[in-house]
């Protein structure tokens, strides 16, 4: 059985909220269970307290903070977003204030408001870092899981990301699994040419679950400068261009894996997320579409129970890889 919800189709219930019978949109991971299966995609929501004048932030699924590593980080130099048909592309470099400071300052405030699961995602240059900052994840009582953002570059191997082969992510998987006691959710790149055999290996490890997918690679170049617009020249795509991508890879890692995966990339709608779900996913992220609309979150919540009732389900749980019994 896979370890997100246990739930099988026999266990759908019909919440009962006021006049109407709402479907339920519940979902379930390691034994948390979550409101809803919307979470904030890591990096493009900061450390959570800084949105909550657009909304209640309890009304999320999950918040996934941005990516930390052990020691600040200035990040890429300028530019580091720029915008292209379907998308944008960024090279923010992993900037933030370093895990001491994320600790003693960025969690408290969230942790204050936000009553749902708080996911740590996690950024390395190093194994030994990846640990560190883990671990410490593991002993803040206001983290309920870690994600382990494995596209970062690995000093120690010419700067290649841990995600490009399965024996690097196999490796990183195995030391933070031995390093952390709440479960980890390895964060898996999509610019590789097998993303079947890098899932396969980390759930070998020791994964509790798989996020599905980070961002592709990809430039833009001003025509009159003649230059690459980003201070970093190459950058992550993300938004609705890679949709279809993310599904496909979400599709493959079904078929072949038994933890639970969260889809990431492209999701604009409750129609998008569904689609997700249908291909094997247990929950999903908002990213982009975050940054363009900061209510997409909550938009798309609401959407949900329209949604289910307009597909006859009565739970979102019971949708979950039903696009592969054909
Ligand atoms: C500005 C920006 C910063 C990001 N920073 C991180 C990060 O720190 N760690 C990480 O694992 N992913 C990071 N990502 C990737 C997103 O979490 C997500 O996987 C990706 O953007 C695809 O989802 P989307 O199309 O909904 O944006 C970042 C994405 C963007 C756009």
Redesign the pocket.
């Known amino acids: 059985m896979r370890g997100w919800s246990g739930f099988s189709k026999g266990d759908t219930q019909v919440v009962k909220n006021g006049a109407a019978d709402m479907p339920d949109c519940s979902t379930e991971l390691a034994g948390l269970k979550f409101a809803n299966p919307i979470l904030t995609?890591?990096?493009?929501f900061g450390f959570g307290a800084e949105a909550s004048g657009f909304y209640d932030l309890n009304r999320l699924g999950g918040v996934i903070l941005?990516?930390v590593t052990r020691e600040p980080r200035m990040g890429n130099p300028i530019p580091r977003?720029t915008d292209c048909p379907s998308g944008?592309l960024?090279a923010?470099g992993?900037e933030n204030p370093g895990i001491d400071a994320v600790i003693d300052c960025e969690l408290p405030p969230l942790a204050r408001i936000y009553k749902g699961a708080i996911v740590a995602?996690v950024?390395g240059f190093t194994i030994e870092e990846y640990t560190e900052v883990a671990a410490r994840f593991d002993a803040s009582p206001s983290v309920s899981l870690i994600?382990i953002?494995i596209?970062c570059p690995n000093v120690a191997h010419g700067g290649m990301s841990f995600g490009i082969d399965a024996k690097s992510a196999a490796a990183v998987t195995r030391a933070v699994r031995r390093a952390v006691r709440k479960p980890i959710i390895m964060?898996l790149s999509p610019n590789v040419s097998d993303i079947v055999e890098i899932a396969k290996a980390c759930e070998t490890e020791g994964a509790d679950g798989l996020t599905l997918?980070?961002?592709i690679l990809g430039m833009r170049i001003d025509l009159r400068a003649r230059r690459p617009i980003l201070g970093n020249v190459y950058g992550?795509l993300?938004?609705p261009a890679?949709f279809p991508i993310a599904l496909r890879m979400i599709h493959q890692v079904y078929k072949d894996v038994r933890i639970p995966i969260i889809g990431?990339?492209?999701?604009s709608s409750a129609r998008d997320a569904v689609e997700m779900m249908l291909a094997g996913a247990s929950a999903v992220?908002?990213?982009?579409?975050a940054?363009v609309d900061p209510s997409a979150c909550v938009r798309i919540i609401d959407e949900f129970p329209a949604l289910l009732t307009e597909l006859g389900a009565t739970s979102i749980r019971e949708l979950i890889g039903t696009a592969h019994k054909i």
Request: a positive charge; one cysteine or more.
């Open positions: 995609a890591s990096g493009t941005k990516g977003v944008m960024n923010v992993l995602n950024c994600e953002n596209s964060k997918i980070n961002t992550g993300s938004g890679i990431a990339g492209g999701v992220q908002i990213g982009s579409a940054l």
